[in-house]
Nanobody, 115 residues
Framework: QVQLVESGGGLVQAGGSLRLSCAAS????????MGWYRQAPGKQRELVAR???????NYADSVKARFTISRDNAKNTVYLLMDSLKPEDTAVYYC?????????WGQGTQVTVSS
């Protein structure tokens, strides 16, 4: 089993920055892709950013040039640096990992951007 624990959410003013972290723990043989999804109230969960084990990335159009995903394979940790935050970025952010041929989700961390 793999556990994902997110941290770094909170309240920030529009234009500000936050950095989310997600650490994977447990019995892990290998982690392939890791990523971040978000879900705003009344909306479907959507992909924010994803990074493969070799560092290839993709982003939702709404966050390109503002968010940066990265990972530290030695620490089984993925990060999401969010700059120029907008009120519409307000959501619960979930970490995901494809590990040992299974998918895992974190419990989510709230990000609130005030105008």
């Amino acid at each position: 089993q793999v556990q994902l624990v997110e941290s770094g959410g909170g309240l920030v003013q529009a234009g500000g920055s936050l950095r989310l972290s997600c650490a994977a723990s447990g019995t892990i043989f290998s982690i392939n892709a890791m990523g971040w999804y978000r879900q705003a109230p009344g909306k479907q969960r959507e992909l924010v950013a994803r990074i493969t084990s070799v560092g290839s990335t993709n982003y939702a159009d709404s966050v390109k040039a503002r968010f940066t995903i990265s990972r530290d394979n030695a620490k089984n940790t993925v990060y999401l640096l969010m700059d120029s935050l907008k009120p519409e970025d307000t959501a619960v952010y979930y970490c995901t990992a494809d590990a040992d041929r299974s998918g895992y989700w974190g419990q989510g961390t709230q990000v609130t951007v005030s105008s």
